[in-house]
C-alpha cells in the first residue's frame, strides 16, 4: 500500500470530520467509513506478504494478523495502524481518491505545451551551486524533466531541462541512492525522499547522466517514483516476459511445478488445477493446495493442501494421468494424507533429491520434522521431531546433512541429529556476519552453486554471502541486497532474486565476488514489476502470477541477448558493506571485546520424545 492510498484512507476513517482545505468539503459527509477490521492471528505462509502497517515484509513462519472480513494483512504491533477501513470497496477508495486529485489539479492552472502529457509537477529540491538544497519547481513529461524557479504559469525563469529518453540511450530509477550516489550533503532525516534519475548510453564510452532531487514527502516521492518507472519500463513486461496461462476469476495462485515438458500442475486457494496443451483442467479431490514438490526418487508428488496444511502425497503418474481427461469426467485426484504425530500448519517443505537418501522435512512455527519414505509401506515415516527457537525460513537436504535457516543457519547430520552452527565464524571474513546476526538479520534462502567443490550460497535478508561444505567463506566479497528479497531462486548460471517490486537477474561466474578491487561490478538485469507474486521455478525459470496471468521468466533469454540494455546495473562496488545506521550501530553498540571463540559453536535443537 502506497504512502498516498494510506493518506486517502485515513481520511475516509476520519471524514465528516474538520479537513484541511486540501480535501472535498461538499460531500465528506458521504465518505463516512469508520468499521474496524476483524484480525484473526495466524501464521505467515508466503513469503512475498507485505504489512498493509508499515509495508515492511513479513518473514515467512512468523505470526500475522489477518481480518476474517477483508483479508488484510499486517504484523501484530501494526494492526492498530491500519485504518479502519473494513469492508471498504476497492472502488470506492479508488473513486475517492481519484477525486481528491481532480479537486486539486481543478485549482492549478494548465501548464504551457498542452500537446505534451505531464505526469508529476510540484516543489522538489536540487542540489544547489554553492552548498545546500534549494527549492525548485518541476514538470516531468514522457521526454524530460524541467526544472523552473516557480511555477511556468507565473511567468518562472526555465533554469534546466533533462532528458529522458535521448537517442541510443537507456534509463533507470533508483528510489534508494546511497549516499556516495547523492554528490550533496545531506542529512539522515532526508534520505528516504531522495530519487535518483539515471540515463546511460547504450555504448560503454561515456559516464551515465545523473539528476538527483529531493521530494517533501513521501506521498510525493511515491508520486514521482511510480510516473517514472511507468515512462520507462512500460514497454519491458511485453519484451521480457512469456505469458503462460490465464486464471479464472477469482482463482488464487498458490505454487505451480512442472510435471513434463507440456504439463503443469498449479495449486491454489480454490484446489487444484493443470494445464495441458492449452486447456485449463480443475481436478476434484483438495479443496486448497499450498505447496507441491516433486520426489522422482520414489515416483511421488509431495503436497501440503487443505485449509489445516497437512502433508499428503500422491502418485506422479496418477497425476498425470488426471491431466489429460476432459472436464466433463470430472478427474478427483487419489491422495495420502501423512500422520506426522497429528500435527499440521507446516508452512515450509523440502525434499531430498539424493537417491539414497529418501527424506524430506517439513516445518511448524516450533518444530522441524525430518520424515523417510519406507517403500514396503508406501508411506513416510517420522524419524525425527525438533524444537526451534525461530520458524524455519529455508532448508537443503546434502548427501549427509540437512542445512536449515532459522533465526541462524545450522547443519543437522541425518545419522546423528546433532546441530551445530553452519557458518565458520573463525573466518575473519565471516566476522561481519555475525555481527549482523546480533543486529536482526535473517536467512531467507540457502542455495546450491556448485557441486564439485562444494559451494552453497546463504541468503539473508541483507546480503548473500558464498560459503564452502565447511561454512567459511569461498569468494573474495558477498553480494549485497538493494532491496529486501522475498525469495531467491538459483538455475545454473543465473540468480534470481524475487522481491516485492521486481525481479533482478544476475549471471554467477567463477569471477563473481572474487575480486578484491573496489571498483568490481555486479551487471544485475532489474525487471521492475506491479502487483506480483512469486510462486514457482523450473529449470529454465521462475513462475510469477500478475493480473491473473501466469507469466515466465528466462534469464538466459534476458542476461544474454544484450547486457548493455540492461535496465539496472550495479554503480557501486558490490563489496559487502553496510549503510551508515548499520556502520553507526556496529561501531557503537557492539563491543570488539567479545571474542568469538569463546561461544561455543555447536548447537544441540532440543528433541521431540518420539
Known amino acids: 500500500m502506497s504512502p498516498r492510498s494510506k493518506l486517502v484512507l485515513q481520511q475516509i476513517v476520519n471524514s465528516p470530520s474538520k479537513q484541511k482545505d486540501l480535501y472535498r468539503q461538499n460531500s465528506v459527509q458521504r465518505m463516512h467509513h469508520n468499521i474496524p477490521h476483524r484480525y484473526e492471528s495466524k501464521i505467515c505462509t508466503k513469503s512475498s506478504t507485505k504489512c498493509a502497517g508499515c509495508s515492511e515484509t513479513i518473514s515467512l513462519g512468523r505470526s500475522i494478523m489477518i481480518c476474517s472480513e477483508c483479508q488484510v494483512q499486517c504484523h501484530s504491533y501494526c494492526s492498530k495502524k491500519v485504518p479502519n477501513t473494513c469492508g471498504l470497496p476497492h472502488m470506492f477508495a479508488k473513486h475517492y481518491r481519484d477525486s481528491l486529485e481532480k479537486n486539486k489539479k481543478e485549482k492549478t492552472a494548465v501548464m504551457p505545451n498542452a500537446d505534451e502529457k505531464i505526469h508529476v509537477k510540484g516543489w522538489i529540491k536540487v542540489a544547489g551551486k554553492q552548498t545546500g538544497w534549494e527549492k525548485r519547481y518541476a514538470v516531468l513529461t514522457d521526454h524530460q524533466i524541467a526544472i523552473y524557479t516557480g511555477p511556468p504559469e507565473e511567468n518562472s525563469q526555465l533554469l534546466e531541462t533533462f532528458e529522458l529518453k535521448p537517442v541510443d540511450t537507456h534509463g533507470k530509477v533508483i528510489s534508494e541512492p546511497l549516499a556516495a550516489e547523492i554528490g550533496a550533503p545531506l542529512a539522515n532525516t532526508d534520505l528516504p525522499f531522495v530519487l535518483k534519475v539515471e540515463v546511460s548510453p547504450n555504448t560503454t564510452c561515456w559516464p551515465p547522466k545523473c ?288 522481491q516485492f517490486a521486481a525481479v533482478e537477474l544476475l549471471k554467477i561466474t567463477e569471477e563473481t565476488c572474487n575480486s578484491t578491487s573496489n571498483e568490481q561490478c555486479l551487471d544485475v538485469v532489474r525487471l521492475p514489476l506491479e502487483k506480483f507474486r512469486y510462486i514457482g521455478c523450473n529449470k529454465a525459470g521462475v513462475y510469477i502470477v500478475q493480473s491473473m496471468e501466469v507469466k515466465f521468466i528466462d534469464a538466459k533469454k534476458i542476461v544474454d541477448a544484450d547486457i548493455s540494455s540492461t535496465v539496472s546495473e550495479s554503480t557501486e562496488s558490490d563489496r559487502f558493506s553496510f549503510s551508515s545506521s548499520m556502520v553507526q550501530s556496529l561501531d557503537g553498540n557492539l563491543s570488539d571485546v567479545d571474542s568469538l571463540d569463546d561461544r561455543n559453536k555447536k548447537v544441540t535443537f532440543s528433541q521431540t520424545d518420539l
Open 211 to 498: 539528476l538527483v532531487f529531493l521530494t517533501l514527502s513521501a506521498q510525493d516521492k511515491d508520486k514521482w517514483f511510480s510516473a517514472l518507472q511507468k515512462i520507462y519500463y512500460d514497454d519491458l513486461e511485453k519484451d521480457r516476459l512469456e505469458t503462460v496461462l490465464r486464471l479464472p476469476e477469482k482463482v488464487s495462485a498458490n505454487c505451480i511445478t512442472d510435471l513434463s515438458a507440456n504439463i503443469k500442475v498449479i495449486g491454489t486457494e480454490q484446489g487444484i488445477y493443470s494445464w495441458y496443451e492449452g486447456n485449463l483442467l480443475k481436478i476434484e479431490g483438495l479443496d486448497e493446495l499450498h505447496q507441491i514438490t516433486l520426489m522422482p526418487s520414489t515416483g511421488n508428488a509431495i503436497m501440503i493442501v487443505n485449509k489445516k496444511r497437512t502433508l499428503a502425497f500422491c502418485n506422479t503418474n496418477h497425476l498425470i494421468n488426471l491431466t489429460q481427461c476432459a472436464q466433463c469426467t470430472k478427474p478427483t485426484l487419489k491422495y495420502n494424507e501423512v500422520n506426522v504425530r497429528n500435527l499440521n500448519g507446516f508452512h515450509t517443505l523440502q525434499v531430498s533429491l539424493h537417491p539414497k537418501q529418501q527424506k524430506i522435512c517439513v516445518a511448524t512455527t516450533k518444530q522441524l520434522i525430518v520424515l523417510e519414505y519406507e517403500v514396503d509401506s508406501n508411506q513416510f515415516q517420522v524419524i525425527r521431531i525438533l524444537d526451534t527457537a525461530q520458524p524455519t525460513t529455508c532448508a537443503l537436504f546434502t548427501e549427509n546433512s540437512l542445512i536449515v535457516g532459522a533465526n541462524k543457519f545450522f547443519e543437522i547430520d541425518l545419522a546423528s541429529f546433532e546441530a551445530e552452527e553452519f557458518l565458520d565464524f573463525s573466518d575473519v571474513r565471516l566476522k561481519q556476519v555475525d555481527k549482523c546476526y546480533r543486529m536482526g538479520s535473517f536467512p531467507v534462502a540457502i542455495l546450491e552453486i556448485n557441486k564439485n567443490p562444494k559451494e552453497y550460497l546463504l541468503c539473508f535478508n541483507e546480503f548473500s554471502v558464498f560459503v564452502d561444505e565447511y561454512g567459511r567463506s569461498s569468494r573474495q566479497t558477498e553480494i549485497k541486497s538493494t532491496h529486501v528479497p522475498v525469495a531467491l531462486h538459483f538455475n545454473k548460471p543465473y540468480l534470481y532474486t524475487i
